[in-house]
């Protein structure tokens, strides 16, 4: 690509303007909004701002520790794996939606994948601690993963069709700002809630936190992790949290390249938290049913009906 | 542990809540406490499921012969800096099973105890009360 690619420009792209540090400040922004707003729904005050940010650098600071028995290595650098892939999903998203014409052939494709690594590091982790619990909170979160990635992968392919094909990132764009944004048509506002709601089960929010069940499996995978182990996690859903609504804007609703998709991507997120607030949490099969059978039906109508140009 | 670290600590304490065989009535109260009534999440306090996670374990009850290793195994699960609070009378002095065969209390024989709040039950108000003096003494 062009000469910013390389060296301190570089850098300077992966650890701080649209890398690292700006998606986890914009992240846990965002964790601080989903609390509050979840506190107004409950008729309370709420944490202050500050919260997300002492959350972490108490975690930071604590004691990490490596259960007994447990694969030490594996255990300690699965939650590098996720945030790794958010750094580059957050380099990437920017870099293509301000520079058109330098993404490449099939990044649509990649992203799909960075999106999928966060829970397979949850799932090595897991199964790394040697904690019964942990393990039955990684069979569930790999049975989520495969029940959302069906409706995900359907929904994504309107956006392809509507462009003519295109698996470029850059030309799904280009064509958004010349018919205007895929979601304001029959087609684009199916796949846009079955994206909202798979977003909602790849953060592992409310309806679909079975993986995490405070209540029955004591934090299910989260459950044998602590101080920095556990801050990186947070980070990584964090930096989801961010970037995953960036990303429905990006493929559906005319990318970010306008001022317009600050209000766009707060109207996910607000979307996504009031979701979280008025749902009880499914059991694991109810939740498979829900994606391979409801959304998956509606993902193949949605398919069917970018074919027609609707 | 650095100033950041224990400016992280005092604000936000999550706590994680360990019956060690209670009556179930100061169980109740320390539940009222994460209720929108007194919602102490305004402190940052949050009730987690795993001990690995806690900053503070919430004792509540009379230790007896069955629940003391239990205990301590909570304790070493958790990790450093970690606080111990006792909650209510029986965890102070054994309160209304003084004289049973199976008391082993009060917790600080065992425990690095950091605050007792009494009462049967305590007041939510004595126990915020209570957890700010123990952070404050950090
Ligand atoms: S202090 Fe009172 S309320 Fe609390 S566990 Fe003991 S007897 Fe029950």
């Known amino acids: 690509m062009s000469g910013l690619w390389n060296g301190w420009g570089l850098a300077f792209r992966f650890l701080v303007f649209p890398g690292f540090l700006f998606s986890v400040v914009v992240g846990l922004v965002l964790t601080w909004v989903d609390r509050f707003v979840s506190a107004r729904v409950q008729w309370r005050k709420g944490p202050p701002f500050y919260q997300p940010f002492a959350d972490l650098a108490k975690l930071l600071l604590k004691q990490t520790i490596v259960p007994k028995g447990a694969a030490a290595s594996v255990f300690l650098l699965a939650p590098l794996l996720g945030f790794a892939a958010m750094c580059i999903t957050s380099v990437l998203l920017f870099y293509v939606n301000f520079h058109l014409q330098g993404s490449f052939v099939g990044d649509l494709i990649v992203l799909v994948y960075l999106f999928a690594l966060p829970p397979l590091g949850l799932i090595l982790g897991a199964s790394a601690s040697r904690n019964p619990l942990a393990a039955v909170g990684a069979s569930r979160e790999m049975t989520l993963y495969f029940g959302y990635e069906l409706p995900f992968l359907l929904a994504l392919v309107v956006p392809i069709v509507k462009s003519g094909g295109a698996i470029r990132l850059g030309d799904i764009i280009a064509a958004q700002q010349v018919s205007g944004p895929f979601l304001y048509s029959v087609s684009g506002v199916i796949a846009g809630l079955i994206v909202l709601v798979t977003i909602q089960a790849k953060l592992g929010n409310v309806p679909f936190d079975m993986a995490e069940a405070e209540q029955e499996i004591m934090s299910g995978v989260y459950c044998e992790y602590s101080g920095a182990a556990l801050a990186i996690f947070r980070l990584t859903r964090a930096m989801m949290f961010f970037l995953l609504p960036l990303f429905l804007v990006t493929v559906l609703w005319g990318g970010l390249a306008d001022w317009w998709a600050i209000p766009k991507a707060l109207a996910i997120v607000v979307l996504l938290i009031l979701m979280r607030n008025t749902n009880p949490r499914l059991r694991v099969d109810q939740a498979l049913r829900f994606f391979w059978f409801f959304l998956g039906s509606f993902g193949i109508i949605a398919v069917i009906l970018a074919f027609l140009r609707l | ?138």
Not at chain 2, 35 to 62: C, M, N, Q
Request: aromatic letters at 8%; a positive charge.
């Open chain 2, 1 to 138: 542990m650095s100033k950041l670290g224990l400016w992280g600590l005092k604000k936000s304490p999550w706590v994680y809540h360990v019956a060690a065989a209670s009556c179930n009535n100061c169980d109740i109260e320390i539940l009222e406490l994460l209720t929108p009534r007194y919602d102490v999440e305004r402190f940052g306090i949050v009730l987690v499921g795993s001990p690995r996670h806690a900053d503070a374990l919430l004792v509540t009850g009379v230790l007896n012969r069955k629940s003391l290793p239990r205990v301590m195994e909570v304790y070493e699960q958790a990790a450093k800096p970690c606080l111990v609070i006792g909650i209510g009378t029986c965890t102070c002095n054994n309160h209304i099973f003084m004289h049973s065969y199976n008391a082993m209390g009060p917790y600080d024989k065992y425990l690095p105890m950091h605050a007792y709040i009494p009462g049967c039950p305590p007041k939510p108000e004595a126990m915020i009360l209570g957890v700010v003096k123990a952070l404050s003494k950090l």
